[in-house]
């Protein structure tokens, strides 16, 4: 399988396009980038963007910030950018007391344009999409692919159209795609099956399809992990031991990845520091937990699948084939976490000053789990990834937080409620 974390760079085929070009990741079969329009190999298998030159840490240097500081990594060195990227890594040391690590970050992806990771790969699909000179964009989406992709198209002053679950969406997510003038479809069905059509309508050459099956997406994605590493070890020395994340689709697990072994195969990383890649489902909707438990090699697809945490409401992740090596090709794991323990560690991040939607804190319901089974060690540097903000989802953190409490229009009266003299 190519996808070893110490595979050597591949030589650039007669197809590639200034060092790029695309690769089936189970056949090796290649493809000129930018020539046509193609989301998969043969047989459906994934195809992802390769390199002839990986980038190495010195490459970013006086790059400036966000995604584009790591344009030695990307396919091109600008893209639609609002601009995203360079998010926080927060302290939470009353959370890293309670959960018995010897480091806690969190990677606050919700403070990016549109309040999710999801922009760092729209900025690289929609430069992609101008490239290729298409018309219409489109994605299936549980909320945060539309909010990105509605935003980043109208910057880049296409159409878009988005496929919702219907009544399955947070108002907030749907509210961005209205304001940003996307065409909302809502299906009467769950978002692999708006997945499944907007997949026919990409085949049929209706719309250009920016889900995280467009490798070009996840390239985006990868400066997640970059921009990990590079803060980590500027705070503290060293790279974190272990990266825990929310898993939905395995976007983000698979383009981590592919940063880490990018930059092992230039020599930057050495492979023993590379984070383990440790990914968080809700128990209603975990079809990679399962594949992991049981060492499957790809995915089985749930077709019922239930979550508070409505963005990974996902039964068959359609990245598990780069996701699944991922995780394991660095020791990581993967684990489900109840409701109820999501909307605990909302609380949690909450009271350190970290509003997050509730799929952002399965992340940190994953690692306190892990860390009580024991999987995860007291002295271990951890970076959980909290992918999108608090306000995405109003109606879940009205439910999780305090309750307003009416009284009377009267200062004594309100003096007497709190309580004080
Ligand atoms: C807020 C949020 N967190 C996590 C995920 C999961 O990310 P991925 O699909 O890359 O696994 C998604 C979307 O899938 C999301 O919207
Ligand atoms: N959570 C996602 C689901 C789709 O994921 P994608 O990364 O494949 O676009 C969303 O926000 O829609």
């Given amino acids: 399988m190519s996808l070893e974390l110490t595979a050597p760079t591949p030589e650039a085929p007669d197809v590639a396009e200034d060092g790029v070009w695309l ?14 329009i193609r989301y998969t190999g043969a047989d459906g298998n994934l195809l992802e963007v390769r390199y002839a030159d990986p980038p190495t840490f010195e490459d ?26 360079a998010t926080p890594l927060h302290r939470a040391p009353r959370l890293r007391e309670t959960v018995g690590v010897r480091s806690l970050r ?30 219409r964009l489109a994605c299936a989406s549980t909320g945060n692919t539309s909010a990105a992709l509605a935003a980043y198209g109208a910057r880049g002053g296409m159409q878009t159209l988005v496929l919702l679950p219907a009544g399955k969406v947070a108002a907030g997510k749907v509210a961005q795609a209205a304001l940003h003038d996307a065409r909302i479809l809502e299906v009467d069905g769950n978002f692999d099956n708006c997945l499944d059509i907007v997949q026919d309508l ?86 990679m937990v399962e594949a992991i438990e049981h060492g499957w090699p790809d995915t089985e697809r749930w077709n019922e699948v239930e979550t508070i945490a ?12 780069k996701a699944l090596p991922g ?6 794991t993967a684990v489900a976490v109840e409701d109820d323990a999501i909307t605990e560690a909302q609380r949690d991040l909450a009271k350190e000053g970290i509003g997050v939607e509730p799929a952002s804190a399965a992340s940190v319901a994953g690692l306190k789990k892990l860390r009580e089974k024991g999987v995860v060690g007291s002295e271990e540097d951890v970076v959980c990834l909290t992918t999108g903000h608090l306000l995405k989802d109003p109606d879940a953190a009205y439910e999780a937080g305090n309750k307003p409490e009416p009284v009377p229009n009267d200062p004594g009266a309100v003096l007497e409620h709190i309580g004080a003299q």
Avoid at 23 to 36: H, K, R, S, V
Avoid at 116 to 131: I, L, N, P, Y
Avoid at 206 to 215: F, G
């Fill in 310 to 321: 409505t963005a990974i409401r996902i039964g068959n992740p359609v990245n598990a084939p």
């Fill in 202 to 287: 990409a085949q049929r050459g209706e719309v250009y399809l920016l889900n995280s099956l467009n490798p070009f997406r996840l390239e985006g994605q990868k400066t997640i992990g970059l921009e990990i590493l590079e803060e980590f070890r500027e705070d503290n020395g060293r790279f974190p031991d272990r990266i825990v994340l929310p898993v939905g689709n395995a976007g983000n697990t698979s383009a981590l990845y592919k940063a880490f072994r990018e930059l092992v195969q230039s020599g930057a990383l050495d492979p023993a520091e590379v984070p383990k890649l440790t990914g968080v489902q809700a128990a209603g909707s975990a079809p």
């Fill in 23 to 36: 690769a089936d990741i189970e056949t090796g079969e290649t493809y000129a980038p930018f020539d046509e």
């Fill in 60 to 85: 970013f240097r006086g790059q400036g910030r966000g995604v584009w500081r790591y344009h030695a990594a990307l396919p091109f060195d600008e893209g639609v950018s609002l601009p995203e990227g």
């Fill in 327 to 332: 995780i394991r090709g660095t020791g990581g």
């Fill in 106 to 135: 969190i990677k606050h992806e919700g403070m990016n344009p549109t309040g999710s990771f999801k922009d760092r790969g729209m900025t690289v699909g929609v430069r992609v999409a101008q490239k290729l000179g298409v018309g």
